[in-house]
C-alpha cells in the first residue's frame, strides 16, 4: 500500500462520525471543508470552462468582483476547431492560471448535449454528437490535469435545458441515453480519468442525479470504471443520504452543517452505513492530498502570452459559412474602401452569461484591430447600425445603409445581445433581433459584397441567407476573439472551423421542437436517438448549414480511400485511411470526418453516424493520408431487451466526408459478429421474435407446429421456415396461442419452451 493510502486509512480511524459527515459537503462557496487537528487540508475549486473565475474569497461568488484571468472562445466555439491538440494545449493554459491562483479543479468541461437550438447554455457546451463532444472533453481534461490541476467533468447527465433545471425530469429511454447521452461522459472518464464529475441539477426517470445509484454507482464508478469522485452541481442535493447511497461524494457548495447533520442522524439510526461514508470520504481524501501535491508555490503566468494565444484559439473556430464569389478575403486586389457596421464591431460580446464568466485580462475590438492592419490600404468608415440594448430601435439604420453603398464591400457585425442567451433560462426562438435583421437586409439591397460576421453563442436562424455574399460565424470567441476575426477577413488567417451543431432553417425543423422545454416538471425525449444531424438525415430536413460544414480560402481532394479488410469480425480492429490534398492556392487546414452506415438492423438506426474525425493542416498542393481506427463499438447499438450493445451482422457503409451532407468517398464492409448473447423472453414475447433466431425458432416449432397444420387456411408456406404471412398471428404473443389452439397448445408447453429459451444464447 503507497503511503498516502495508509496515512488516509488512519485519518479514517481517527476521524469522527460528525467530521466525516463534514467532509462530504463544502465548507463554503468555493471550498472543501478542512479538518485543522488532523490537518487535512482545504482544497478550492472555481468555475470554468473557458476561462478561470475565481472570487477574491472563498465566501464569495465571484459575480463581477473576480480576479482577472484569460478569457478563452466558449465551448461551442471550442468544438468548432475539431482539434483534439488545441483543447489540450487551452486546458494547459488554464491551468496554469488556477496555479497561479490557487485553484485545484476547475469546473468543467461541460460536456451535454446540445438537443434543442434553445438551450439557453448551448454556448457552454460542445456538441450535438457525442463522440465530438467526449473526444474534445477528454482532451481539455488531459491538458489541464497534465498540470497538476483537478477538472469537473460537467453535467451528469441529460443537463440539456435551463427550464426549471433543479426539477423537471428528464424522462428518456435506456437506447437514448446509452447512444446520445452517455457516451459524451464516458470517453473522457475511460480516456482521461477526471478529477471529479459533477453530477446534474436534473432528475432523470425521476430519480434525482445526485442520488441516482443507478448513474453515478451501477454505470460510473461499476460500468465504466471511474476512479475520482463526484460533487453536486451547486444547490442541487434534495436527499443527502440517498446521495451517499448512490456514491455523490460532496455537496457544494454546502448547506450550513443541516446535511451534515442528517448524515450523522442516518448513521445513528442505523439507516446508512458508516462503511458507506468511509468509502466515500477516503475517496475524496484522496483527491485532496492529490490537489494538493500538484500545488506549485513560484506559479505565475504571463497574461499578454496567454491573450496572444486566446487569439490564436479563436482563429481556429471561426466557421465560414458562405463565400460567393470569393467575396472573402478583403484585399488591396478587390477592394479600396471598406464599410464597418454594427455596435458589436465596438463592443464586442466575447463570452456567455452565467456562472461561466470570465473577467478577462484585457478586451480587443474589431474596429481597432481592423485599423490596425489595414493602416493605409483600404479607407475604413464605421457606422453604429443599431444598438445593443434596444432590439427595436431602427433609428440608426439609415446612416449605416449609406455608408454601405459608397463602399466596395460592407463588413456587417451581427448577433447575440447578452440577455439572449444565458445560464438560468432558454431561448423562446433563434432569431436575430428584429434591427438586426432590418439591418441587414436594407444593407443587402445597396450592397453586393456585404459580409456577415456573426457573433452568438449557439445556433441562429437566417432568414437573409441568400441575400448577403459571405457569412463568418465567430461565436463568442474570447477577449482576443475580434484580433482573428480582423485576421480572417483580410485573408491572414484561412478559417478551418466547422459547424459542431446543425443549424436549422428554423427552429420548427429541430428535433426537440414539440418536447422542449417540457411541461409539468417533465422533459419528454421523444426524439429518441435523432438528436441533431441524425433526425436531419432521418427526416429528409435540409437544414440551413449542415453538420461539420465548414468552408476555407482553398480547396480540398479527397481519394484512396482504403480499408485493411473487407470482412471483419466483432473483434477486430479495421483500419481505415484516405488521402487528402490541398487543391488550392493557399495553406490550409481540412476537418476530416468519418460517418458509419448500418444498410439493415433489428432496430431503427440513424442514416449514419459520426465514428472518427482528424484535421490535418496542408500546404497548397501538398497531400498526406489520414487514418482511422473502428472497432466492434463503432458498429454497435443498444438494445434495451438485451442490456448492452449489440454489433450485428451485416452490411456497412463509411463515408470519409467534408461535413454531414458533403460525402466525398464512400467503401463498404461486412461485419461478420460473433458474439452471442442470453435469450430473455416472456409470456409476452411475439412469435415473430421467437422465430427471428434458428436457436430459439427450433424450440417455438415443436410447441406450435400441431395448430399451424391443422390449420391450413391460417398458415400457407414452409413450417419450418416459420413463412407465415399473416402479421396479426406473427404479432400474437405466445401465451395468446394457448386460448386460440382449442388445447393444442397449453401453458406447460408455453413455460417449458420458456425456460429452454432461457438456456440458449443467439448470435445477432
Not at 478529477?195 to 436534473?202: D, G, I, L
Request: contains cysteine.
Amino acid at each position: 500500500m503507497d503511503p498516502i493510502r495508509r496515512h488516509i486509512d488512519n485519518l479514517i480511524e481517527q476521524l469522527t462520525l460528525e467530521e466525516k459527515a463534514s467532509l462530504c459537503s463544502g465548507q463554503d462557496r468555493w471550498s472543501f471543508k478542512l479538518v485543522k487537528r488532523l490537518d487535512i487540508p482545504a482544497i478550492w475549486v472555481a468555475d470554468g470552462p473557458h476561462g478561470l473565475r475565481k472570487a477574491p474569497d472563498s465566501a464569495m461568488t465571484g459575480d463581477g468582483d473576480q480576479l482577472p484571468a484569460t478569457c478563452f472562445p466558449t465551448a461551442s466555439a471550442l468544438a468548432a476547431s475539431w482539434d483534439r491538440d488545441l483543447l489540450r494545449r487551452v486546458g494547459k493554459y488554464i491551468a496554469l492560471e488556477c496555479l497561479a491562483m490557487r485553484v485545484h479543479v476547475i469546473l468543467g468541461p461541460g460536456v451535454n448535449i446540445k438537443r434543442s437550438p434553445t438551450g439557453g447554455r448551448n454556448f457552454e457546451y460542445f456538441s450535438e454528437d457525442p463522440v465530438l463532444s467526449g473526444e474534445l472533453g477528454a482532451a481539455y481534461i488531459d491538458g489541464v490535469q497534465a498540470e497538476g490541476v483537478g477538472t469537473s467533468l460537467k453535467h451528469f447527465a441529460c443537463n440539456s435545458q435551463e427550464t426549471q433545471r433543479m426539477v423537471a425530469s428528464a424522462e428518456i429511454n435506456e437506447r437514448a441515453l446509452r447512444e446520445i447521452y452517455l457516451p459524451n461522459f464516458e470517453i473522457p472518464v475511460k480516456k482521461s480519468n477526471p478529477w471529479t464529475v459533477m453530477a446534474a441539477y436534473n432528475p432523470i426517470n425521476g430519480t434525482d442525479s445526485t442520488a441516482n445509484k443507478y448513474l453515478l454507482n451501477d454505470i460510473l464508478k461499476e460500468e465504466w470504471g471511474y476512479e475520482g469522485i463526484v460533487i453536486s452541481d451547486w444547490v442541487s442535493v434534495f436527499d443527502r443520504v440517498e446521495g451517499i447511497k448512490a456514491g455523490m461524494h460532496v455537496e457544494m457548495p454546502g448547506s450550513s452543517g443541516i446535511n451534515d447533520a442528517k448524515l450523522v442522524a442516518a448513521v445513528n439510526q442505523g439507516t446508512l452505513a458508516e462503511s458507506e461514508l468511509d468509502k466515500l470520504v477516503k475517496e475524496t481524501l484522496q483527491l485532496i492530498f492529490k490537489a494538493k501535491a500538484g500545488e506549485k508555490e513560484d506559479a505565475a503566468f504571463d497574461a499578454e502570452q496567454h491573450h496572444s494565444y486566446a487569439g490564436e484559439v479563436a482563429a481556429e473556430t471561426f466557421v465560414l459559412l458562405k463565400n460567393d464569389n470569393t467575396t472573402l478575403p478583403i484585399t488591396a486586389e478587390k477592394y479600396s474602401t471598406v464599410a464597418l457596421l454594427g455596435e458589436l464591431a465596438v463592443a464586442p460580446r466575447f463570452q456567455g452569461n452565467g456562472s461561466s464568466q470570465v473577467k478577462p485580462t484585457r478586451v480587443d475590438n474589431l474596429s481597432d484591430e481592423l485599423a490596425m492592419l489595414v493602416g493605409d490600404e483600404f479607407q475604413l468608415e464605421y457606422s453604429q447600425g443599431y444598438q445593443l440594448d434596444d432590439d427595436a430601435d431602427m433609428a440608426l439604420i439609415s446612416a449605416a445603409v449609406e455608408v454601405a453603398a459608397k463602399a466596395d464591400v460592407a463588413i456587417l457585425h451581427v448577433g447575440l445581445p447578452s440577455h439572449y442567451e444565458s445560464e438560468g433560462y432558454d431561448r423562446k426562438h433563434i432569431d436575430l433581433p428584429p434591427v438586426q435583421v432590418k439591418l441587414i437586409e436594407e444593407v443587402a439591397k445597396v450592397q453586393p459584397n456585404t459580409v456577415l460576421v456573426l457573433s452568438n453563442g449557439a445556433a441562429i436562424a437566417m432568414p437573409f441567407a441568400d441575400s448577403v455574399a459571405a457569412i463568418l460565424e465567430t461565436w463568442l470567441g474570447g477577449q482576443a476573439g475580434a484580433g482573428a476575426i480582423a485576421q480572417t477577413l483580410l485573408g491572414i488567417v484561412n478559417p478551418s472551423g466547422k459547424l459542431a451543431e446543425t443549424f436549422p432553417v428554423r427552429l420548427e425543423d429541430s428535433p426537440a421542437f414539440l418536447d422542449f422545454p417540457g411541461l409539468n416538471r417533465r422533459l419528454n425525449y421523444g426524439e429518441g436517438i435523432f438528436v441533431g444531424y441524425r433526425w436531419y438525415d432521418a427526416r429528409k430536413i435540409a437544414p440551413l448549414f449542415s453538420f461539420g460544414h465548414g468552408l476555407s480560402y482553398t480547396t480540398f481532394e479527397y481519394s484512396n480511400l482504403v480499408l485493411t479488410r473487407a470482412i471483419i469480425t466483432d473483434s477486430d480492429i479495421l483500419q481505415v485511411s484516405c488521402t487528402i490534398k490541398n487543391t488550392g492556392a493557399v495553406e490550409g487546414k481540412e476537418v476530416v470526418q468519418l460517418y458509419v452506415s448500418d444498410r439493415e438492423s433489428r432496430l431503427i438506426r440513424p442514416v449514419k453516424e459520426l465514428k472518427g474525425f482528424v484535421k490535418v493542416a496542408l500546404a497548397a498542393g501538398q497531400e498526406t493520408t489520414v487514418s482511422f481506427e473502428l472497432k466492434a463499438r463503432d458498429f454497435s447499438y443498444y438494445d434495451d431487451a438485451f442490456g448492452s450493445w449489440i454489433a450485428e451482422s451485416g452490411d456497412f457503409d463509411l463515408h470519409i466526408a467534408a461535413s454531414a451532407q458533403d460525402i466525398r468517398v464512400s467503401a463498404a464492409v461486412t461485419l461478420d459478429a460473433q458474439q452471442r448473447r442470453p435469450v430473455h423472453f416472456d409470456e409476452r414475447t411475439t412469435l415473430r421474435e421467437w422465430v427471428q433466431y434458428p436457436e430459439t425458432r427450433a424450440v417455438i416449432h415443436e410447441v406450435v407446429k400441431d395448430f399451424f397444420l391443422q390449420n391450413p387456411t391460417e398458415f400457407k408456406g414452409d413450417l419450418m421456415d416459420f413463412n407465415i404471412n399473416e402479421d396479426f398471428l406473427l404479432d400474437l404473443p405466445v401465451m395468446k396461442y394457448v386460448f386460440i389452439s382449442g388445447g393444442l397448445i397449453t401453458e406447460r408447453q408455453i413455460a417449458e419452451a420458456l425456460e429452454a429459451a432461457s438456456q440458449l444464447t443467439v448470435k445477432l
